[in-house]
């Protein structure tokens, strides 16, 4: 899948946090939506339509795939959050619920 | 209703919003440039004070020309708002804002809007498959993270297409293929002019890189149709040539067709719009100084309508120019004077631009049947088309009837394809069929974020039985 | 041509102009609607879908009460069941102020012979609401009541017109309406010419422009009721929510969003046929909901939008006769007119037909503003 390359600068530090419970390492300035598709997850959530499969198509905010729950929060457009240590992060299954 | 600090607003944090920004702070507006991402660059100068890049050469020349817009940005007085959506513009230019979580009403005397341009939608069978992005989401994670996928196909037509490839090529990743979606002959028809105008404006390496890219990556031209397959993700596309149907293996597909005004914000604040039969999109209608019809918005660069970065930059310029005349602070002498300069640069870009359009230009083909034109909704090609067939007259009509436009995306992912399909099905131009009425908010907000508004007098008087 | 020369001209293709051809239609009447936009352009197609007994001006308690009736037979009415789900209204009270008044709406409808209401206490409250915050001393509750599909319910509507032979001309309009001996004229937009012995008029904002030219005075409203639709979420609520003292409105649909009303209007801006939003206004409803609902909180509005809706003074609508003859109108229904859809076009119906209707619509009457300047 997606690799770095090695000749990158040192704003790349590591910033660890979780998806799906999973430990996942990330530079301090990816987006999340950047980091999962590092760590090798593609599929982000299902639709709430059909329940097919989907993944980031534009990177930009602009397409409303790439909808991850982060900390409790559901829904958030992954490629325009920026990763923090701790963070916890799931992918959603259909339509997610609301945290309390 | 809260009124700003600030005189002006410019939306969008990119070539044409840093050199409006610039201008009009530097002439004496209070001007604040609002932007959702967090660094200035927008997206075709994404990352560029962030990037992990060591290699400069990487992305190519053209890319850097954006540090000379921040500095000048940076130097001219204007405040920067990063990570703040605009998601509403009233006629009275009351913004909508949202920053940390909350959300809050300002009034400006003037608006800027400078949102760029969004891909195209190419929407093929199997599009939705995790695994198929847009070629513009690649790079992002070139430039952001430093990102590289080996064994991408890239498909469809533009120079981005070639752009990308050199890029990856630049930073040692493997392309699969290219599969050149444009129409047999225009390339060839056009490629002795064609460096001249595509790689000026962006690669600056001219003739040679383009070569090179053709050197070292199969390349199949004249690909007429194209299907992403896979079982729960990417992992091969089909393609037609000459008539056969091929496969190749891939867990990676980038697809492009070129890039369209982003005119979410300028359609939900009531700017009129018009088809471009060129460049085959809707773009708000505006005159030369950028002034749309809504009283007090203007609108520049790639947002207003496709020229390319470098054109961003003296659109822009020239909206400043004009918001400063209207609020009076330069006279009509000085105003025309200074943007003569502008104008002039201006059209030399553009002239470039233009041809590329021809070469380039979108097939009038619509998808296939299959084909999930909604990708919010999953609504069908199919679908639309009988719609049209029993009596849907434009697209707002059978996003009621379908659902289709009604997901997150508002339409940025399915309008244009809508369009075209009902078009082609009635027979009309699509300047016909129109677009989308879009609504605020232009982009989603919590219920939280909403409840947080700061509380107006009205507010606080109000008896709430209605 | 028989199209241009029906028995009835209906002017509107909302859901009550569709509903009373449908049921001219069905009595044999040859009907032809004129809508000058696209059947549920407006109030029909955007409100909130609410199929409601609950808190009505107790005028339309008995009409609502038989259209409830027809919307548990929509089915065979219209061969589409319109998404109508029911799983009953509920009016929160906040405070014990609000289920004192609620209480004596409830009383003074079992005093006139009307059951549908109910009060519930704090923990019944809780077992069918189960997010509503736990400040919510009671409700009232009409357990029959529910929520359908505006638009697809106007298309169904439209749809079996047709089959019973309605001519529908959209993208027309009424240019000029007059008398010429014992018809009306009607002049459309595009310049046909249409003669009826009847007229219905059925054009929600712009029924009072059309009331003017067959002799009528009825100062219409135009109003811009403003909606919310989240990102879908788990299911977390069956009823339909209104408010009392604080409006609101509020339910869950089949696919999961959750749309947000709640008597706020925008600003309409009907001859240029659009509306404006208001959202320091929807920023009320947005901490309503938040602070009775609390886990809503995070929900996320992907789209607001505003109908163009017809407002009476006196907030009940106007239906019946006019004065001049073959006149009859159907509108004004102040934002809470769809569930009433059915019974409007049967009554339409029976009052051309058979010159009486069984529905008692005398509190309806147009005359009721004669004498106001429109």
């Not at chain 2, 009009?24 to 004070?49: F, K, M, P």
């Not at chain 2, 085959?280 to 007090?296: L, M």
């Not at chain 2, 619509?366 to 719609?387: F, G, L, M, Y």
């Not at chain 3, 102020?97 to 409830?106: I, N, P, Q, T, Y």
Request: aromatic share 6%; net charge positive; glycine share 10%.
């Amino acid at each position: 899948m997606f690799r770095r390359l090695r000749d990158r600068t040192a704003t790349s530090g590591d910033v660890a946090f979780t998806i799906d419970g999973k430990l996942v390492s990330a530079d301090a300035e990816d987006s999340v939506a950047a980091a999962a598709l590092a760590s090798g997850v593609l599929r982000f959530r299902t639709s709430t339509v059909s329940g097919e499969p989907r993944g980031p198509y534009c990177m930009m905010g602009v397409c409303f795939e790439c909808l991850l729950t982060i900390d409790g929060r559901p829904n958030q457009q992954a490629c325009m959050v920026k990763v923090r240590p701790g963070m916890r992060v799931e992918t959603q299954s259909g339509k997610p619920s609301v945290a309390p | 209703m809260t009124t700003s600090n600030f005189d002006l607003a410019v939306i969008g944090g990119g070539p044409a919003g840093m050199a409006a920004a610039s201008v009009a702070a530097e002439r004496g507006l209070r001007t604040v440039l609002i932007d959702e991402q967090e660094y200035l660059g927008g997206q075709i100068y994404r990352s560029i004070t962030r990037t992990p890049l060591k290699k400069r050469d990487i992305l190519g020349t053209d890319y850097w020309r954006g540090e000379d817009l921040v500095r000048s940005f940076r130097a001219s007085g204007a405040t920067h708002w990063p990570s703040t959506t605009v998601w509403s513009i009233s006629r009275e230019l009351e913004l909508g804002l949202s920053s940390g979580g909350k959300a809050r009403l300002e009034k400006f005397k003037h608006v800027i809007l400078a949102t760029g341009a969004v891909e195209r939608p190419t929407p093929i069978e199997g599009w939705t498959l995790p695994g198929v992005m847009g070629a513009g989401a690649a790079q992002i994670l070139l430039k952001t993270s430093g990102m590289v996928h080996d064994g991408v196909v890239i498909a469809g037509s533009g120079p981005l297409i070639w752009l990308i490839a050199a890029q990856y090529l630049s930073a040692g990743a493997r392309i699969e293929a290219i599969l050149d979606t444009t129409p047999a002959g225009a390339i060839w028809r056009s490629l002795p002019a064609l460096p001249e105008f595509l790689f000026s404006s962006y690669l600056g390496k001219g003739l040679g890189l383009l070569a090179e890219v053709r050197r070292k990556v199969k390349i199949i031209s004249n690909v007429s149709y194209l299907r992403a397959e896979g079982d729960g993700r990417l992992q091969a596309v089909v393609y037609r040539r000459s008539g056969r149907e091929e496969r190749m293996s891939t867990d990676l597909l980038l697809l492009h067709t070129g890039v369209i005004p982003n005119l979410n914000l300028a359609n939900a604040t009531g700017c009129s719009q018009a088809w471009d039969a060129v460049q085959r999109c809707f773009r708000p209608n505006a005159d030369s100084w950028g002034a749309t019809s809504v009283e007090g918005v203007s609108v520049a660069g790639d947002g207003a309508g496709i020229l390319g970065a470098e054109a961003a930059a003296y659109s822009g310029r020239t909206a400043a120019l004009g918001a400063l005349f209207r609020l009076e602070r330069i006279t009509l002498k000085d105003r025309d004077a200074i943007a003569s300069t502008e104008q002039a640069g201006l059209r030399k870009v553009s002239r470039g631009r233009r041809f590329l359009d021809l070469i380039y230009q979108p097939s009038p083909a619509i998808p296939s049947d299959p084909t999930k034109a909604c990708r919010c909704e999953e609504v069908t090609v199919a679908q639309i088309r009988n719609a049209t067939a029993m009596g849907a007259v434009g697209p707002n009509q059978v996003k009621s009837f379908l659902r289709c436009g009604m997901g997150p995306c508002q339409g940025r992912l399915c309008g244009n394809t809508v369009t075209q399909v009902m078009a082609a099905e009635r027979g009309v131009s699509p300047a016909d069929v129109g677009y989308y009425r879009l609504r605020s908010p232009v982009k989603p907000l919590t219920l939280a974020e909403l409840a947080s508004m700061p509380r107006d007098e009205s507010d606080m008087k109000a008896v709430y039985r209605n | 041509m028989a199209e241009l020369s029906p028995d009835v001209i209906v002017i509107g293709g909302g859901i009550h102009g569709i509903s009373a051809a449908l049921h001219l239609a069905m009595t044999g009447c040859r009907v032809v609607a004129l809508e000058k936009d696209h059947c549920g352009r407006h109030a029909s197609g955007v409100n909130a879908g609410g199929v409601r007994t609950l808190a009505r001006d107790p005028a339309e308690v008995p009409l609502s009460l038989a259209a409830l009736d027809m919307w548990y037979a929509i089915g065979d009415l219209v061969g589409d069941d319109c998404g109508f789900e029911c799983h009953g209204q509920i009016q929160i009270a906040e405070t014990e102020a609000d289920l004192v008044m609620l209480r004596s709406r409830v009383d003074g409808l079992r005093a006139s012979g009307y059951h549908h209401e109910e009060i519930i206490d704090r923990r019944e409250l809780a077992e069918l609401l189960p997010a509503v915050s736990d400040t919510c001393v009671g409700a009232a509750i009409a357990r029959r009541d529910g929520a359908a599909i505006p638009f697809r319910t106007v298309l169904a509507f439209q749809r079996r017109a047709k089959d019973f032979g309605v001519v529908f001309r959209e993208g027309e309009g009424v240019a000029r309406l007059r008398r010429l001996a014992r018809d009306w004229e009607v002049t459309t937009s595009l310049g046909e010419r249409l003669t009826a012995p009847t007229i219905v008029n059925c054009a929600g904002v712009w029924a009072g422009k059309i009331a003017q030219q067959v002799g009528d005075q009825a100062p219409v409203e135009a109003t811009a009721p403003m909606m919310m639709v989240t990102l879908p979420i788990q299911r977390v609520m069956e009823p339909v929510v209104i408010g009392s003292s604080r409006p609101l409105s509020l339910k869950q649909l089949a696919n999961g969003t959750v749309l947000i009303g709640g008597g706020q209007s925008g600003t309409p801006v009907p001859h240029e046929n659009r509306t404006e939003l208001d959202f320091s206004k929807l920023h009320r409803s947005c901490v309503t909901v938040s602070e009775l609902f609390p886990i809503l909180r995070g929900l996320t509005v992907v789209r607001a939008w505003a109908g163009l809706e017809a407002r009476m003074s006196d907030g009940i609508p106007v239906i019946g006769a006019g004065s001049a003859e073959g006149v009859f109108h159907a509108f004004g229904f102040s934002a809470h007119g769809f569930q009433l859809g059915p019974i409007v076009g049967r009554i339409i119906a029976d009052l051309i037909v058979r010159q009486a209707t069984d529905m008692p619509i005398r509190p309806f009457g147009i005359q009721r503003f004669a004498g106001c300047n429109a």
